[in-house]
């Protein structure tokens, strides 16, 4: 998680962070000085394919912010779910695609709130206005951002499914 959406100002910050291994199994933590070393070596590593929901996003806090430009960064369920239905809906967020696609119930509703930053603060700074993340208990985001991240997992295993059988499910469009 962040405090912003763009990584390219003084005060913006890689707040926090969950891995998830395997469809019941995430791990979160805060990115502190610490874990920094590890979590930069995790992101150059090779063997392991991470997923995200937006990887555009990922790449560029990763890159600016820690330096690294993550490897096997190859699994995108935003880009999965436009690839399924590339209508302009205006909405491929993970909280719109996981409840369709895994039929989870809203996880964010403890969090919203404070990772958006104040309208006041939109229309002064735009997309570099800072958030409140830093007002929420860390069991709270650690918690928040663990189930964020199996819910990205879960819901890459079906998009990736579903476009493994796509021209099974609309035979007439031919391959």
């Known amino acids: ?16 962070v969950s891995i998830c291994e395997e469809e019941d199994k995430s791990h979160a933590f ?12 995790w992101l150059k590593t090779r063997h392991i394919i ?24 190859n699994i995108d369920t935003m880009l999965l779910a436009h690839a399924l239905d590339n209508r302009d809906m205006g909405g491929m967020s993970i909280k719109f695609l996981a409840p369709i696609f895994i039929g989870t119930t809203v996880w964010n509703a403890n969090v919203e709130a404070e990772l ?29 951002n663990a189930i964020d991240s199996l819910v990205e997992y879960r819901t890459a295993i079906v998009l990736l499914d579903q476009l493994k059988h796509f021209y099974e499910t609309f035979p007439e469009i031919e391959e």
Not at 3 to 12: D, G
Not at 50 to 73: A, D, M, Q, T, Y
Not at 120 to 140: F, L, M
């Open 50 to 73: 991470k997923i995200s929901h937006n990887s555009s996003f990922e790449r560029k806090w990763s890159i600016v912010k820690l330096g690294v430009n993550p490897v096997n960064l």
């Open 116 to 144: 958006k930053p104040s309208e006041k603060d939109i229309k002064q700074y735009g997309t570099y206005a800072i958030n409140t993340i830093h007002r929420i208990p860390k069991r709270i985001l650690l918690t928040y």
């Open 30 to 41: 805060m990115l502190t000085d610490k874990v920094i070393p590890y979590f930069k070596e």
């Open 1 to 16: 998680e962040t405090n912003c959406l763009r990584p390219y100002n003084k005060n913006s910050k890689l707040v926090s």
